[in-house]
Antibody
Framework: QVTLRESGPALVKPTQTLTLTCTFS??????????VSWIRQPPGRALEWLAF???????YYNTSLKTRLTISKDSSENQVVLTMTNMDPVDTATYYC???????????????WGQGTLVTVSS | SYGLTQPPSVSVSPGQTASITCSGD??????VCWYQQRPGQSPVVVIY???IRPSGIPERFSGSSSGNTATLTISGTQAMDEADYYC?????????FGGGTKLTVL
């Protein structure tokens, strides 16, 4: 059974750096075709993709946020960490991690999601 | 990257058919998948690769794509289908989400 769980602070101050951890089980991030991604959703608004890391440790970022984001993995601990610098109140959102499984056709989708963690940015 | 456009809201009566569209300039060259997000819950994929339904998703959910528009169809809509629906496609290595459609069953 695939599970993902996000953890991190519920409240951060403006200009601080946010660090979120995704702890997963039921799959290996070393398996070809497997990736873990971060997606966020401001209250009442749409999903916004942030970043993903693949089985080969290649990293992909939302171009509009790239300068603020860093994604990394600890395969031995089954964890993926996302850091976002210079937090602002507009970054208030529920942050999800999700698995992407690419299949032989080269196509993939977000097939399993964590429950999400709400991060509020406020002084 | 290109954008995906969805209608903000769709209303349907119970038992009727709901259709939600997703349009984008390059959709003709890309597969689309659809996620259902019930209030307070995480998204769940209901259709992938334009028209394939994952195991456990009811048969009343179906998907299609033609030209630059993909469509999610829910036949015999039930009250439990009331949710936000998001389309998703890839622009090379960039995942793109539509703005979401709130489906109201009334």
């Amino acid at each position: 059974q695939v599970t993902l769980r996000e953890s991190g602070p519920a409240l951060v101050k403006p200009t601080q750096t946010l660090t979120l951890t995704c702890t997963f089980s039921g799959f290996s991030l070393s398996t070809t075709g497997v990736c873990v991604s971060w997606i966020r959703q401001p209250p009442g608004r749409a999903l916004e993709w942030l970043a993903f890391i693949d089985w080969d440790n290649d990293k992909y970022y939302n171009t509009s946020l790239k300068t603020r984001l860093t994604i990394s993995k600890d395969s031995s601990e089954n964890q993926v960490v996302l850091t976002m610098t210079n937090m602002d109140p507009v970054d208030t959102a529920t942050y999800y991690c999700a698995r992407i499984q690419f299949h032989g056709s080269g196509y993939g989708w977000f097939d399993s999601w964590g429950q999400g963690t709400l991060v509020t940015v406020s002084s | 990257s290109y954008g995906l456009t969805q209608p903000p809201s769709v209303s349907v009566s119970p038992g009727q058919t709901a259709s939600i569209t997703c349009s984008g300039d390059n959709l003709g060259d890309a597969y689309v998948c659809w996620y259902q997000q019930r209030p307070g819950q995480s998204p769940v994929v209901v259709i992938y690769q334009d028209s394939i339904r994952p195991s456990g998703i009811p048969e009343r959910f179906s998907g299609s794509s033609s030209g630059n528009t993909a469509t999610l169809t829910i036949s015999g809509t039930q009250a439990m289908d009331e949710a936000d629906y998001y389309c998703h496609a890839w622009d090379t290595t960039t995942p793109i989400f539509g703005g979401g459609t709130k489906l109201t069953v009334l």
